[in-house]
């Protein structure tokens, strides 16, 4: 340890260089990170959010809701297995709405839950879900951004039916668009006026996307025994199925894996040409009896010493960066995913530095301070 610190305060300017290129790898890792974090949320909040353990779907719908239809006989069927109160219908249909007299579109998912049951989300503003009467609605907050608020009025373009707005909810959005939640007279008003593949809707038996199960457990395999024509599937299943998900996470993960290499490089290519500049000082220790794991254990030191002093910075960065991100930019760096990071960054960074470990052990005394043949 003594020998490593000593050298870094000796070559500064060197050192600093080698920690300012580590900020920024480990800055982009982290920033890159908390992109892809925030967008898998904001694509899926509102399925991440629900109790619910698995869904009931209907069969060759590819696990998406919006491909899925189940009908009222199916969701008391699926109750008898799974219990009364551990299943609740849902419906899913993306559409466009319009505030009254304005033209602006936005696109939004509108969500039917059972106002009683375990699916309703928390309101933060606004009349609760339960309490909604014919034409009301409760909406996700970021459509207050498009000058939607409390007593707003809603257009559906597809249907056009005009919902008023009773109440805002925090942090629901799917496919990465804010959710509006209806209850089942304004779902069955919907199918009244759009019909469905099969045809005009009876309105005495209401059509769903889905069924939410919660905490299924064994009774998985016999649910899907008992409702020919679906599938059972999990919470992970219905989010990975949702349009563009494994995509983008997929083209993000690829990012941050090649950072994490580039970074393992680049560390890698750094030291060693230290190492290689440092040759006759370390034939000079090794002739007075310097161990090789002592000089190891030096490099390494230095390694460790940088990797985790850029990350402290870089996430400090990180963490003032996201407080000044405009909420259009979802980033989301939860303290579990944060650990995660700084641990495999610090690894690659040992990892990248064992070439010149090597080096340093194989270095002649003899040879490193001049010995020339005979």
């Known amino acids: 340890m003594y020998l490593a610190i000593r050298e870094m305060r000796f070559a500064k300017g060197r050192y600093a260089l080698i920690a300012t290129i580590m900020v920024l790898v480990s800055f982009l890792v982290l920033f890159v990170t908390g992109l892809a974090q925030g967008l898998a949320y904001d694509n899926a909040a509102s399925i991440k959010n629900m109790a619910a353990t698995h869904f009931v779907l209907e069969q060759d719908s590819n696990h998406r809701f919006t491909r899925s239809q189940v ?55 606004g009349s609760p879900i339960k309490d909604l009467k014919n034409g009301q609605v409760v909406v996700d907050h970021t459509l207050s951004e498009d000058g939607v608020k409390i007593g707003t009025v809603l257009v559906d373009k597809a249907s056009g039916r005009k919902w008023t707005v009773a109440g805002f909810v925090q942090n629901e959005s799917y496919s990465h668009s804010p959710v509006v939640f209806l209850n089942e007279q304004e779902w069955l008003a919907i199918q009244a006026g759009l019909g469905t593949s099969q045809g005009t809707v009876d309105s005495n038996a209401p059509v769903y996307s889905a069924i939410a199960i919660n905490d299924a457990g064994e009774k998985a395999d016999s649910l899907g025994a008992a409702l020919p024509n679906t599938e059972v599937i999990t919470k992970s299943d219905a989010v990975s199925a949702i349009p563009g998900y494994k995509e983008e996470q997929g083209s993000l993960l690829m990012m941050i894996a090649f950072l994490y290499v580039i970074s393992a490089f680049v560390l890698a290519v750094f030291f060693y040409v230290i190492t290689i500049q440092k040759t006759s000082q370390f034939g000079i220790l090794k002739a007075i009896g310097t161990r090789n794991a002592y000089l190891a254990g030096s490099v390494s030191l230095q390694v460790l010493v940088l990797s985790v002093g850029s990350l402290v910075i870089s996430v400090l960065l990180v963490q003032l960066f996201a407080s000044i991100l405009p909420a259009s930019m979802p980033f989301q760096l939860g303290l579990s995913t944060l650990s995660l990071t700084c641990v495999l960054f610090v690894f690659m960074s040992v990892a990248g530095s064992l070439f010149s470990v090597w080096k340093v052990t194989k270095i002649d005394a003899l040879d490193a301070i001049g010995r020339t043949a005979a």
Not at 71 to 90: F, I, K, M, T, W
Not at 97 to 104: I, N, Y
């Open 71 to 125: 009908n009222q006989d199916q969701l008391e069927q699926a109750r008898s297995v799974v219990g009364q109160e551990n299943a609740e219908p849902l419906g899913v249909k993306m559409t466009t709405v319009s505030p009254a007299g304005d033209t602006k579109k936005v696109d939004v998912a509108l969500f039917m839950v059972n106002p009683e049951g375990w699916l309703v989300p928390a309101v933060t503003e």
